[in-house]
């Protein structure tokens, strides 16, 4: 894989909270924007935006199976204390 698009997908992964641009990170790994976009697509079969659309997604549903197990004990244990 190349060095860039590897310092990228490091950016997206750091930055996703901020939600970075692709212009933002073309700059960071120094190229242009439609250079970083041509060998981003190249290199993962998608692009930037895309890409980090999918971990956005990825982290989302990560988060939902790891917090939804306390929210479903927390409902029964309030519905249980709600009935006499």
Do not use: N
Request: with cysteine; charged share 25%; aromatic share 4%.
């Amino acid at each position: 894989m190349d060095v860039r698009v590897s310092q990228a997908i490091k950016l997206m992964a750091d930055l996703q909270a901020s939600g970075p641009s692709v212009a933002e990170l073309a700059e960071l790994v120094g190229l242009s924007t439609s250079r970083f976009e041509h060998l981003f697509r190249e290199e993962m079969s998608c692009s930037p935006k895309e890409y980090l659309r999918q971990q956005m997604l990825k982290r989302a549903t990560e988060l939902l199976q790891t917090t939804m197990p306390y929210q479903r004990r927390s409902a029964r244990m309030a519905s249980r204390k709600a009935t006499p």
